[in-house]
């Protein structure tokens, strides 16, 4: 069974890569094509992912889930993807086929919603589900390293102007789309022969609906700030650039905390189908202390160094940016609770009508409060409603596990939250007559980094201390002055 200390760091790769595009291409593209060009794209996005949400109907998640259950049989294995391909080769081609008959003719700009569309002929190829579940995230990890390096040579090499949206979207989209291809060519060795008499569709229909519906309101709700602020402020797209930049920003920090998320849904559904609650609440509790010990600093962090950030990073007209990004820092903490009492037990423990009401209510509450909100405040009644919203879905997971966890175990990170607010006042203090350069902000980051880690480590913290007498030994192999 594969390390998941190792699985987490390819995991962790994968993801991060996933949104290197967006993000190590921002400044650059934020000065040419411009905050409504950017507006643009990212509206036109959010909805493309609406069908491709219902082209998906569930499969991600619960392929991963079956997958893993089923690991140590190979033809039952081996059913489950034939199975599982099938049907969302039906689904994804119907979802296509409405996208490209109604958006492509009927929208505002169906250039774009057409070029974008290249994302949905991508999905239907996704099988990252199939990896996830074996708990092989080293294929995905090279191949995601590879194909966004091509992508993002691209973006440089070709978009010159703010007539070049088209070109962005191209290297964009066929990035996912050659990624998601290249996953199938190690499959053979993987697979053994089924029957075709022996697969049985339906079987999964009723689970695989049970899954979609949180996922429906899961990514209802992410998407439909950037959708609701197009809508509720007439197509005002820099209001779009303005929270999505933000978003895009803290995601980047919600990636290493959530990255842990898919691989402890395959290590769970085994040790759950193994009926070994113990372990498992073991797992779910060491990861409430990997979640805060990284979650509490980055908040901090982000709030400190918001104000240089922002100018240097976007470029001028991006000042909305810095309340944004200041506001929605806190995510990465809420979103890492909910990430493990959803993603990482309720899923795997098959709880899904809890999973599924704890994510019907984020929604409720996120629509209702992007309603109230936006037409007064912008971006920022978006940022608002979002904050409000997951905090509401990772409260009443608590509330649906209270006979298993409880809020309680938060305080396993009161240190951390400790050392996270003296390190921010720090390095907020130091800002101060720094100016709003990269290397101010690079100075402010490091003096965060030592800061923080120092007062744990004179505060004994028993888990950094653990993950450390765990790692070190591995480096001393690798690099001749620490034997």
């Given at each position: 069974?594969?390390?998941?200390?190792?699985?987490?760091?390819?995991?962790?790769?994968?993801?991060?890569?996933?949104?290197?595009?967006?993000?190590?291409?921002?400044?650059?593209?934020?000065?040419?094509?411009?905050?409504?060009?950017?507006?643009?794209?990212?509206?036109?996005?959010?909805?493309?992912?609406?069908?491709?949400?219902?082209?998906?109907?569930?499969?991600?998640?619960?392929?991963?889930?079956?997958?893993?259950?089923?690991?140590?049989?190979?033809?039952?294995?081996?059913?489950?993807?034939?199975?599982?391909?099938?049907?969302?080769?039906?689904?994804?081609?119907?979802?296509?086929?409405?996208?490209?008959?109604?958006?492509?003719?009927?929208?505002?700009?169906?250039?774009?919603?057409a070029?974008?569309?290249?994302?949905?002929?991508?999905?239907?190829?996704?099988?990252?589900?199939?990896?996830?579940?074996?708990?092989?995230?080293?294929?995905?990890?090279?191949?995601?390293?590879?194909?966004?390096?091509?992508?993002?040579?691209?973006?440089?090499?070709?978009?010159?102007?703010?007539?070049?949206?088209?070109?962005?979207?191209?290297?964009?989209?066929?990035?996912?789309?050659?990624?998601?291809?290249?996953?199938?060519?190690?499959?053979?060795?993987?697979?053994?022969?089924?029957?075709?008499?022996?697969?049985?569709?339906?079987?999964?229909?009723?689970?695989?609906?049970?899954?979609?519906?949180?996922?429906?309101?899961?990514?209802?709700?992410?998407q439909?700030?950037?959708?609701?602020?197009g809508?509720?402020t007439?197509?005002?797209?820099?209001?779009?650039?303005?929270?999505s930049?933000?978003?895009?920003?803290?995601?980047?920090?919600?990636?290493?905390?959530?990255?842990?998320?898919?691989?402890?849904?395959?290590?769970?559904?085994?040790?759950?189908?193994?009926?070994?609650e113990?372990k498992?609440?073991?797992?779910?509790?060491?990861?409430?202390?990997?979640?805060?010990?990284?979650?509490?600093?980055?908040?901090?962090?982000?709030?400190?160094?918001?104000?240089?950030?922002?100018?240097?990073?976007?470029?001028?007209?991006?000042?909305?940016v810095?309340?944004?990004?200041?506001?929605?820092?806190?995510?990465?903490?809420?979103?890492?609770?909910?990430?493990?009492?959803?993603?990482?037990?309720?899923?795997?423990?098959?709880?899904?009508?809890?999973?599924?009401?704890?994510?019907?209510?984020?929604?409720?509450?996120?629509?209702?409060?992007?309603?109230?909100?936006?037409?007064?405040?912008?971006?920022i009644?978006?940022?608002?409603a979002?904050?409000?919203?997951?905090?509401?879905?990772?409260?009443s997971?608590?509330?649906?596990?209270?006979?298993?966890?409880?809020?309680?175990?938060?305080?396993?990170?009161?240190?951390?939250?400790?050392?996270?607010?003296?390190?921010?006042?720090?390095?907020?203090?130091?800002?101060?007559?720094?100016?709003?350069?990269?290397?101010?902000?690079?100075?402010?980051?490091?003096?965060?980094?030592?800061?923080?880690?120092?007062?744990?480590?004179?505060?004994?913290?028993?888990?950094?201390?653990?993950?450390?007498?765990?790692?070190?030994?591995?480096?001393k192999?690798?690099?001749?002055?620490?034997?």
């Amino acid at each position: 069974m594969a390390s998941l200390r190792k699985n987490y760091v390819y995991s962790l790769l994968s993801q991060l890569l996933v949104i290197l595009l967006p993000v190590v291409t921002t400044p650059y593209l934020s000065r040419v094509l411009g905050e409504n060009n950017l507006g643009i794209y990212d509206y036109i996005l959010s909805i493309v992912n609406y069908f491709i949400l219902f082209g998906c109907i569930g499969l991600n998640l619960y392929g991963q889930r079956e997958i893993a259950a089923s690991h140590d049989d190979p033809v039952k294995k081996s059913a489950i993807f034939y199975e599982l391909m099938m049907i969302r080769t039906i689904t994804m081609s119907v979802s296509l086929l409405i996208y490209y008959l109604v958006l492509t003719h009927f929208a505002d700009q169906p250039r774009y919603y057409a070029l974008l569309g290249i994302e949905l002929v991508a999905a239907l190829f996704d099988i990252s589900w199939f990896y996830q579940g074996n708990e092989d995230f080293r294929m995905q990890s090279i191949r995601t390293i590879v194909v966004r390096s091509v992508s993002i040579a691209c973006v440089f090499i070709f978009v010159k102007c703010e007539e070049d949206l088209d070109k962005f979207i191209l290297c964009y989209a066929l990035a996912i789309l050659i990624g998601n291809l290249s996953l199938w060519f190690p499959l053979k060795g993987m697979l053994v022969g089924v029957s075709p008499r022996s697969l049985n569709l339906k079987r999964h229909i009723l689970p695989v609906l049970i899954m979609f519906l949180p996922q429906i309101a899961t990514n209802v709700y992410t998407q439909l700030d950037k959708t609701m602020i197009g809508w509720l402020t007439n197509h005002e797209y820099a209001q779009v650039t303005y929270y999505s930049q933000a978003e895009k920003i803290v995601k980047i920090a919600m990636t290493v905390i959530t990255a842990i998320g898919g691989i402890m849904l395959s290590r769970m559904a085994m040790v759950i189908s193994d009926k070994d609650e113990e372990k498992a609440k073991a797992y779910i509790r060491k990861s409430f202390c990997f979640m805060m010990l990284l979650a509490f600093p980055m908040m901090a962090g982000f709030a400190a160094v918001a104000e240089d950030f922002v100018p240097w990073f976007f470029g001028p007209g991006y000042d909305a940016v810095i309340p944004c990004l200041v506001l929605l820092s806190p995510l990465v903490f809420i979103i890492g609770v909910s990430n493990i009492l959803g993603t990482q037990y309720l899923v795997p423990s098959k709880r899904m009508r809890q999973y599924t009401l704890s994510i019907v209510f984020g929604m409720v509450t996120n629509c209702v409060g992007n309603a109230l909100l936006i037409p007064r405040f912008r971006s920022i009644g978006a940022v608002i409603a979002t904050l409000i919203a997951e905090t509401v879905v990772s409260v009443s997971q608590f509330i649906f596990l209270r006979d298993t966890f409880t809020p309680a175990v938060l305080l396993q990170g009161k240190k951390y939250f400790f050392a996270a607010a003296l390190m921010g006042a720090a390095v907020y203090a130091v800002s101060l007559p720094l100016p709003g350069t990269i290397y101010a902000t690079a100075i402010e980051a490091g003096a965060g980094v030592l800061i923080y880690f120092g007062l744990l480590l004179l505060m004994r913290d028993a888990f950094l201390l653990e993950q450390i007498r765990s790692v070190l030994p591995k480096l001393k192999q690798h690099i001749p002055f620490l034997k």
